[in-house]
Structures are given as C-alpha cells and as structure tokens.
C-alpha cells in the first residue's frame, strides 16, 4: 500500500486590496490494490458523495463545468506524465489550473484515488477512511465538485485514477461594487482637479484690481465664478462621501462573510 499523498488546500480572500493565501496541507491520495473491472461513472460517485454529505446534513455539491475540466486535465496528465500526486513533475497544480481556467473562488481543494475500486461507492469509502479526504469531502463551506475518473495504464498496471475537486465560489460572499469604486475613483479625480482650480482663482483674486468701475465689475464677475466653483465642490464632495460610505459598507460585509468561510 502506498502513503497517502499530501493535499495542497488552499482558501484565497481579497480583504480591501490585499490578497490573503492561506496553505493547510493534509494527506488525500488514497491508493487501492482490490481486483475489479466495475465500470466507475463520475456521476455515480458524486452522487455517492452527495449520499455521504447528506447523511451529516450536508448541502449536495453542485457540479461544476470548469472544476470538470480541471479534473479531465489533471487525470490526463497524471497518465501521461506517470505520477499519482497532488504537484505534477513540472510544479502544476490543481490550482494552477483552476486559475488558468478561470474559477474565480474562495477555496478549493483535490482528492485522489488510484487502483481497483470494485463499486463507486468503494472509491468514496476509500477517501472517508482518510482524514484529509473525509475533510474535504464533507467540508460545509464547499459548493462546488468536478470530478474524472477513467481507467488506464498506470506503471504496467491497469487501474482506475480519480480526481475530484471541491470548490467554494468567491460569489458566495457579497462582492463590493466594482462601478461604484471606478465612479468614486473618477469623481475623486475630478474633485481633486476643481480644487486645484479654486486654489488657483482665489490666488488670481487676490491680486485684481478693484480700483476702477470696469476692474470692480470684472472682479465680481470672477468672485461669481469662484463662489459657483466652491458649491460644486461641496455638492461633489458631500456626494462622494455618501458613496465612500456605502462602498465601505459593502467591503465591511464582504470581509465578514469571509471571516465565516477561513473560520
């Protein structure tokens, strides 16, 4: 029997502008020497999984067309590159692909399974006997499953190889309003350059004339222009600050939400 592998197992969380990675590994690869030439369905098992999250009063995983791929992706490539672990021999990952394929999450984590499973539902039993798989498999904050699972030549052996990924949205917290922060960035901008001109005519103001009719009636006429500027000002200003208010409500609500799933 073969030593469980190690599971890379990963929760990413965007606080305001900071990434936060955070790395638990733990052992999920389950190797198995039973004798079988039972047809495994990826469907069976996760729905084998589903069976065994529902009897702890788990929520059903959904299944996922991109954590699909990047089960297909992985299983070829582990019979391509013959290797049975969670870091291919060229550094990839199941994250690497779960990036590149553009699986936008809060968590994501991989099971494996290599041998001669006699049913679907020994596949699943084999990966509850491990701490690391039973983890993953009966995790409440995952949502999501891919799985692949195919038979092949594995080291002059014909077995079967499965690789189920499990898979947290990053929707599932509230996302703060992307328009809303381009807007504020762009009418901050805008405030920025009005200041800049308010400064610039108080100091031109300070400077006229005010000795004759047509100097006192020019200056007035800058004042107007002035005292207008300086309302706009205000009114974008006091607009801006309810804006900023309500931009960080929503990144207080999305930092609370993901303080519940990395709790």
Known sequence: MRKPRCLIYRWLALILAALLIVYQPVNAAV???????????????IAATNQQRKKTGLAALK?????????????????????????????TTATDLINQFG?????????????????????????????GHRKNLLEKKFADIGLAVKRGNFRGRS?????????????SCPTPDAILKNTISEHDRTL????????????ELDTLPTSTLAEAN??????????????????????????????????????????????
């Open 31 to 45: 190797l198995s020497k039973r004798s079988s030439v039972s047809q495994l369905s990826a469907t069976r098992i």
């Open 63 to 91: 299944t996922n067309v991109i954590l699909n791929r990047v089960a297909a992706a992985r299983l070829t490539d582990m019979f391509k590159q013959q290797y049975f672990a969670h870091r291919s021999p060229d550094n």
């Open 103 to 131: 699986y936008d999450y809060l968590g994501v984590a991989e099971n494996l399974a290599l041998g001669n499973f006699v049913s679907d539902a020994a596949v699943v039993a084999a990966w509850l006997k491990s701490p």
């Open 159 to 171: 077995v079967w190889l499965a690789v189920q990924i499990f898979g947290r949205p990053r929707a």
């Open 192 to 203: 920025t350059e009005w200041q800049a001109t308010a400064l610039s005519w108080q100091k």
């Open 218 to 263: 020019y200056y007035n006429g800058r004042v107007a222009d002035y005292n207008g500027l300086i309302a706009k000002i205000k009114l974008r200003n006091q607009t801006l600050q309810e804006w900023v208010e309500i931009y960080n409500q929503q990144i207080d609500a999305f930092n609370i939400c993901l303080k519940g799933e990395l709790s």
